[in-house]
C-alpha cells in the first residue's frame, strides 16, 4: 500500500512520494520488497495515488528486486481496503499478505503466514506492543489470539492495551467479496468490526522485531538511525569500507577526512580532506562533502552538495541542496529539495525551508521559509492548548495557530474571538485574530468576555470560536480552546486536522480581496442576559428573598451576573467584584483563604449561601447558610437530589469519578444517572446529543444545564442553583445533611508516559483473567470491588495515573486503592 501523500514529511515529501522517502540511501518502500522478496513473495501488486508515476518508474516491472510488479492507482483515495479492492483482478483465489510501503520492519512474514494457516483465520493482523499507543489502532485479544475489540487512536482514557496493529495482514480471498469497487473502506474502522460482527475469525499474530511508523519527521530521522545501527536487519548498498562505514561504487573519501560511524555513504560520494562525518549519519548518492565541512547526526540525500567548513548538525535535507561555505544548519531542521543556503548562512533550530528557497550569503534564517517552527509533541492537552506565555506561546505560534484553525474551516465563516482581562491574553487573542483574517476567516471579537458567555454567543451567531485565557491551573501559562457552531469544544478529529494543519503549516492562501473582515458585536451580552432570565422561574427566586454572598475572584463574571440577580430580586453582597488581572493570579493560588473569608462573610451576614465563581466563569463552589464548604462529590450529590426532585424522570450526566451514592439518590426520585468520560469535551457533547440530560456535573466543579446552554457556564449554574433552592423552601444545610455517606480514596502514582499503555494493559487483563468482578473501559479501566470500585485513569497531562477508590468504609477505600496503586507502581517500573 503505497498511495498516502506523507503531508506529515514536508517539506520533504512536497516533491517526492513518501515510500520513496530514502532510508540509510535506499527508499523505504524498496526495503520492504526486499523484505517480501527473501520472503518467497514473487507477485507484488502496489495501491498508488500520490506521484503514482514516480513510484512505477522507480520500480518498473520489478525484475531488479527479483519480484513482478503490478499497479492499481486510485483517483481519489478509497481508504485503506477500497484501495485493495481495486487489486481486485490481481488478488482474486488467492491468500495475500497486505502490507505499507512507508512503514520499516523486519518482521518474519513467512512466520505470519504460517501461524494464520495453521490458526484457518480469515485474516491474521500482525500485532505489536509500544510504548504510547495513542497514535495507532489498539487491538484486543483473546488468549486463544483471536480479536475481540478495536479502537482507533483513543485518548489515555480509552486505553486498554498497548497492542497495536501494524497495517500488516494476512487475508483470505473471500474477504474481498465483502466490498463494492470505487466506494471508500476502511480495514480497521470498516472492514474488520464488521468481520468480527459476523463471527468470521479474526486472529491476532504478536511479533517483538523491528517495525516503525514513518509518521513524522523525527520518526523518519529516528528510522535512518535504527536502520546505520542494525536495529533492524535490512540491507545497506555499497560495502564496508571501515569499520561501522559502508560505502558506495565509486565513493572516495581522502585519507584526511574522518568518519566515525555508523555512517552510509551512497554511490558516487565524494569526502574532502579534513572532512568530519560522525554517525549515525547518511549522505546520498552523489553528493560532496568539501574540505573541513563538518556532517553530525544528519541524513543527506541524494545529490547534495556540502561546502568548505559548513556544518550540519542533526539535520535533514533533502535531494539537489546546496549548502555554500561556511554555512550552518543546526538541529532538528529540515531542508526541502533544491535549496540554496548562501556562504556563512545560518538557519537555526528547529526551522523548515520548502523546496526551491535561496539565503542568501551570510543571512541568519530565525523563521521557517515559507512555514515556522514546528511546535514539540501534540498541541492539545486536556483543556485546548497550553504554554508558558512568551515563552512557548509567543506570537508567531498565536498567529499560526489562528491560520491553522482558519484553514480547517471554510473560507468565509465567521469566528468569534474573546479572550480574560490579561495584556498577555490580549496580544494573543490579536495575534489569532490576524491568523484567521489572514486565511479568509471573517472574526467577531468580543474583547474581554467570560467564557460560558463566549460559548453562547458562538452558539447563536457563530460557526467557530476561541478564546484565550491564563491557565487555571498555572498562572504563568495561557490556554487557547477551540469551539465548534455549539459552543462547545471541537472533536477530538477537528483537533488533529488543527494540529497537522499547524505542523504542516499548509495554510489557505487568500486573494487580497477575499481576506476576512473584523467586527465587534455590540448586542451580545444583552442576549445572553435576555436568555438567561427566560430560563429560570423569575417568580420563585422574587418570592424566596435570598440573601447570597458572591466571590467574583476578580474575574468579568461580574459584568452580568449582579445586573440578573437584581432584576431577579436577589440580593446580593459581591466580593472581588472588579477586574484584576494580576489579582486573578494570585487568587488562584490562595483559593483557599478567600473561601474561608467567603465562609465568614455568610455566617456574619446570615446569608442563604455563598458562591465562589472562578474568574472564568465556569466553576462554582458553595458555602451552605452555616458557612460549611460544599466539596465537589458533596455538590454532585446535592445537585443529583435537587434536579431528580424538581424534573422527575430527569437523566442526570455524571463522570465515573463521583460516587455511587448518587445512583441511590437519583433511583429514590424517579431519576436516572448516565455516566461519562470525564474529559471536557465528552460531558459537553452528551449535554449537546441527548435533550433528555437536565444535568451534568464535571470533575472540578463544572456544572451544565443543557435547557439554557449545553457547556460549563457557573454564571448560570449559581442563578439555577437558588431556584432549585427556592422550590425546596429548606435551608441549604438541612438538605445537605439529607445526603447519604460515601467513602471515597484517591491517589496519584508516578508513571512514565511510555509505561501508561501497559500498565492500563496490565490491569485490564489481570483483572479480566481473575474472573472476579466487572471490568469497566468507559473511561479508564474501572474495577469492581466488595461493595465498592476502583477506577484508573492515565492523566492526560502529567506523567501519572489517577486512581480513585470507593469502598463500604474510609479504611476499605482507602485499602482498595493503595492495592491498585502498588501495583500501577510495579508494572510502570517495568
Given at each position: ?22 532510508v ?72 495475500f ?35 504510547n499507543?495513542?497514535?495507532f ?6 488468549e ?20 497495536i ?13 465483502l ?35 514513518i ?26 569500507v ?33 572532512a ?20 553530525t ?17 542533526d ?10 561555505r ?8 529540515v ?5 540554496t ?10 526551522l ?84 484567521l ?117 476578580f ?43 467567603l ?90 446529543c ?66 501508561k ?60 486503592a ?13
Amino acid at each position: 500500500m503505497a498511495g498516502g501523500e506523507g503531508s506529515r514529511l514536508r517539506p520533504l515529501t512536497s516533491r517526492r512520494p513518501k515510500p520513496l522517502a530514502p532510508v540509510a540511501g535506499i527508499p523505504v518502500m524498496e526495503h520492504i520488497v526486499n523484505l517480501l522478496s527473501a520472503h518467497g513473495f514473487g507477485e507484488i501488486v502496489a495501491t498508488l495515488h500520490y506521484l503514482a508515476d514516480e513510484i512505477e518508474a522507480w520500480f518498473g516491472d520489478g525484475s531488479a528486486n527479483g519480484v513482478t510488479m503490478h499497479y492499481v492507482v486510485e483517483d481519489t483515495p478509497l481508504g485503506t481496503a477500497g484501495a485493495v479492492k481495486m487489486a481486485n483482478d490481481l488478488l482474486a483465489g488467492d491468500t495475500f499478505l497486505i502490507i505499507s510501503g512507508d512503514a520499516l520492519t523486519d518482521v518474519d512474514l513467512s512466520a505470519l503466514v504460517r501461524h494464520h494457516k495453521e490458526q484457518k483465520n480469515d485474516v491474521t493482523i500482525a500485532l505489536q506492543r509500544v510504548t504510547n499507543p495513542l497514535e495507532f489502532g489498539v487491538v484486543v485479544t483473546g488468549e486463544d489470539g483471536r480479536i475481540v475489540r478495536f479502537l482507533e487512536k483513543p485518548s489515555w482514557g480509552e486505553v486498554f492495551s498497548d497492542t497495536i496493529n501494524t497495517g500488516i495482514y494476512v487475508l483470505e480471498p473471500g474477504i474481498l467479496d465483502l466490498m463494492e469497487r470505487g466506494k471508500i473502506y476502511d480495514f480497521s474502522k470498516d472492514l474488520f468490526p464488521r468481520m468480527l460482527h459476523e463471527g468470521k475469525k479474526l486472529g491476532g499474530w504478536v511479533f517483538d522485531t523491528y517495525w516503525t511508523d514513518i509518521g513524522n519527521l523525527e520518526q523518519y530521522q529516528q528510522a535512518n538511525y535504527d536502520a546505520i545501527e542494525r536495529k533492524v536487519a535490512i540491507s545497506f548498498s555499497g560495502d564496508e569500507v571501515r569499520p561501522g562505514v559502508w560505502a558506495g561504487e565509486g565513493t572516495t573519501i581522502d585519507p584526511q577526512a574522518h568518519i566515525e560511524g555508523p555512517v552510509v555513504l551512497g554511490r558516487e560520494v565524494r569526502v574532502g580532506a579534513g572532512a568530519t562525518i560522525v554517525g549515525p549519519a547518511v549522505v546520498g548518492d552523489h553528493s560532496i562533502v568539501e574540505r573541513n565541512a563538518a556532517i553530525t547526526r544528519s541524513v543527506l540525500w541524494e545529490d547534495c552538495y556540502v561546502g568548505e567548513e559548513a556544518s550540519l548538525n542533526d539535520c535533514t535535507v533533502a535531494d539537489r541542496n546546496t549548502i555554500e561555505r561556511r554555512a550552518t544548519v543546526q538541529e532538528a531542521s529540515v531542508i526541502g529539495r533544491g535549496c540554496t543556503l548562501g556562504h556563512g548562512s545560518t538557519v537555526n533550530a528547529h526551522l523548515k525551508l520548502w523546496p526551491d528557497k535561496w539565503v542568501n550569503a551570510g543571512s541568519i534564517v530565525s523563521m521557517s521559509l515559507i512555514y515556522g517552527q514546528k511546535w514539540p509533541g501534540s498541541l492539545f492537552g486536556s483543556v485546548g492548548i497550553s504554554g508558558l506565555a512568551n515563552l512557548e506561546i509567543t506570537p508567531e505560534f498565536a498567529l499560526k495557530l489562528g491560520q491553522a484553525f482558519g484553514t480547517s474551516l471554510k473560507s468565509g465563516q465567521t469566528v468569534m474571538t474573546s479572550r480574560d482581562t490579561h495584556p498577555a491574553s490580549r496580544v494573543m487573542n490579536r495575534c489569532v485574530i490576524s491568523g484567521l483574517l489572514s486565511v479568509g476567516i471573517n472574526v467577531l471579537d468580543l474583547r474581554s468576555y467570560p467564557l460560558p458567555l463566549a460559548r453562547y454567543a458562538v452558539r447563536v451567531g457563530g460557526d467557530g470560536g476561541v478564546h484565550v485565557r491564563v491557565a487555571p491551573d498555572d498562572a504563568n501559562a495561557l490556554v487557547f480552546e477551540f469551539f465548534d457552531h455549539t459552543g462547545i469544544g471541537i472533536e477530538k478529529g477537528a483537533e488533529r486536522k488543527v494540529e497537522n494543519l499547524f505542523f504542516r503549516e499548509d495554510f489557505r492562501r487568500t486573494p487580497m480581496d477575499e481576506v476576512g473582515r473584523l467586527d465587534f458585536p455590540s448586542r451580545a451580552l444583552e442576549r445572553y442576559s435576555g436568555a438567561f432570565v427566560e430560563s429560570l422561574g423569575a417568580k420563585a427566586l422574587k418570592d424566596a428573598n435570598f440573601r447570597v454572598v458572591i466571590d467574583y475572584a476578580f474575574g468579568n463574571a461580574s459584568i452580568v451576573l449582579p445586573q440578573i440577580l437584581g432584576t431577579l430580586g436577589v440580593e446580593q453582597i459581591a466580593l472581588n467584584a472588579y477586574f484584576d488581572s494580576e489579582k486573578v493570579r494570585t487568587f488562584r493560588n490562595d483559593r483557599e483563604r478567600h473561601l474561608q473569608q467567603l465562609t465568614s462573610v455568610v455566617s456574619s451576614l446570615e446569608a442563604n449561601l455563598g458562591v465562589l465563581i472562578d474568574a472564568d466563569g465556569e466553576t462554582v463552589i458553595l458555602v451552605d447558610d452555616t458557612g460549611a464548604i460544599i466539596g465537589r462529590n458533596r455538590l454532585m450529590a446535592l445537585l443529583t437530589l435537587l434536579v431528580a426532585r424538581s424534573k422527575p424522570g430527569a437523566r442526570i450526566a455524571l463522570p465515573l469519578t463521583v460516587p455511587s451514592v448518587v445512583e441511590r439518590i437519583a433511583a429514590d426520585n424517579g431519576a436516572t444517572i448516565v455516566r461519562t468520560r470525564s474529559d471536557r469535551r465528552s460531558l459537553m457533547s452528551l449535554a449537546e446529543c441527548d435533550p433528555s440530560i437536565a444535568f451534568a456535573g464535571g470533575m472540578n466543579y463544572e456544572l451544565i444545564f443543557p435547557e439554557f446552554q449545553p457547556a460549563f457556564d457557573g454564571i448560570y449554574a449559581a442563578a439555577k442553583i437558588m431556584e432549585l433552592l427556592a422550590a425546596e423552601q429548606r435551608k441549604l444545610s438541612q438538605l445537605v445533611a439529607t445526603l447519604p455517606e460515601w467513602h471515597i480514596a484517591g491517589r496519584v502514582v508516578a508513571c512514565p508516559w511510555d509505561r501508561k499503555g501497559a500498565v492500563m494493559r496490565s490491569l485490564h487483563d489481570e483483572a479480566a483473567h481473575a474472573g472476579n468482578g466487572k471490568v469497566e473501559t468507559l473511561d479508564g479501566v474501572r474495577l469492581e470491588r466488595n461493595g465498592g470500585w476502583v477506577l484508573v485513569l492515565p492523566d492526560a497531562t502529567d506523567a501519572s495515573v489517577n486512581i480513585w477508590a470507593e469502598g463500604t468504609t474510609d479504611d476499605d477505600a482507602a485499602r482498595y486503592a493503595d492495592e491498585i496503586a502498588g501495583r500501577v507502581r510495579t508494572i510502570a517500573a517495568g
